[in-house]
């Protein structure tokens, strides 16, 4: 599987820039792939102010990610913010070329920025199937929390989506390579760049780490598109030949 990893930075609460900020970069490259992945609240930043940028999902973005899943013929995912039944989410969106959709509400949120006062958690881990590998889509602050991400499912890719600052990019490259050797799967983290209304200053660092703590892609810093390609065949032989899974301890996640 091909994937597009974006690192940009991100224009501060204001959807309509950064989805042609976005576009531009997605449409850029001409190199067919399978999944473009976007950074966390890619279209507004890490905002605490939810009720001045929430959407739905039948709103632009969700619509602007469905027509672009079907002209790159790819899945496409990031977070966002929407509005649902009265509440608020930072809510992962995976569409796929088809326009199906699935999505995953981050679960732990960031009690440091007040994100807990502002939004409501997800309750749900979500693996999805596509183009023959089990997917687990995360969201930033997740990474710090391994129980849930555990791999009881499984899947072949850990994925977090992020807008993970640069004081503490240090603790985001030890995470990204513990959940991959613990988990034995591909992790996958994408981060924005930049500095946001609360000056808080991005660096990216986004990377992507085998099922050994192997770099297929080291940590980036530039505003850019980094292709991967992974391969299942070579994690289904190492984890057959490794089979540290199979020890996992049994345990009930409440």
């Known amino acids: 599987m091909k994937i597009a990893l974006i690192q940009t930075s991100l224009i501060w609460e204001n959807p309509i820039e950064n989805r042609s900020h976005l576009a531009q970069k997605i449409t850029g490259f001409m190199e067919d792939v399978d999944l473009i992945v976007l950074p966390e609240m890619f279209s507004t930043g890490f905002t605490m102010n939810p009720k001045?940028?929430?959407?739905?999902?039948?709103?632009?973005?969700?619509?602007?990610?469905?027509?672009?899943?079907?002209?790159?013929?790819?899945?496409?995912?990031?977070?966002?913010?929407?509005?649902?039944n009265g509440k608020f989410y930072n809510r992962l969106v995976f569409?796929?070329?088809?326009?199906?959709?699935?999505?995953?509400?981050?679960?732990?949120?960031?009690?440091?920025?007040?994100?807990?006062?502002?939004?409501?958690?997800?309750?749900?881990?979500?693996?999805?199937e596509y183009k023959g590998y089990k997917i687990c889509p995360l969201i930033c602050y997740d990474?710090?929390?391994?129980?849930?991400?555990?791999?009881?499912?499984?899947?072949?890719?850990?994925?977090?989506?992020?807008?993970?600052?640069?004081?503490?990019?240090?603790?985001?490259?030890?995470?990204?390579?513990?959940?991959?050797v613990?988990?034995?799967?591909?992790?996958?983290?994408?981060?924005?760049?930049?500095?946001?209304?609360?000056?808080?200053e991005y660096i990216g660092h986004t990377q992507v780490i085998d099922f050994l703590g192997e770099y297929v892609l080291e940590p980036q810093e530039a505003d850019a598109v980094?292709?991967?390609?992974?391969?299942?065949?070579?994690?289904?032989?190492?984890?057959?030949?490794?089979?540290?899974?199979?020890?996992?301890?049994?345990?009930i996640l409440q």
């Open 143 to 180: 990474l710090r929390f391994p129980v849930f991400s555990r791999n009881v499912e499984n899947y072949d890719v850990l994925l977090y989506v992020a807008n993970w600052p640069k004081p503490r990019v240090n603790a985001w490259d030890i995470l990204l390579k513990a959940r991959s």
């Open 52 to 84: 001045a940028v929430a959407e739905t999902m039948n709103g632009e973005t969700v619509l602007w990610l469905q027509h672009l899943a079907k002209a790159k013929n790819s899945a496409i995912t990031g977070s966002l913010v929407i509005e649902e």
């Open 95 to 128: 569409v796929f070329p088809t326009g199906e959709i699935k999505t995953y509400d981050k679960k732990h949120l960031f009690s440091l920025a007040g994100e807990n006062e502002f939004y409501a958690a997800g309750k749900e881990k979500l693996v999805l």
């Open 182 to 200: 613990e988990n034995m799967c591909y992790t996958i983290g994408v981060n924005r760049i930049g500095k946001d209304h609360n000056h808080h």
């Open 226 to 251: 980094f292709i991967v390609e992974l391969n299942k065949a070579k994690l289904l032989q190492t984890r057959s030949k490794l089979a540290f899974l199979d020890d996992r301890d049994k345990f």
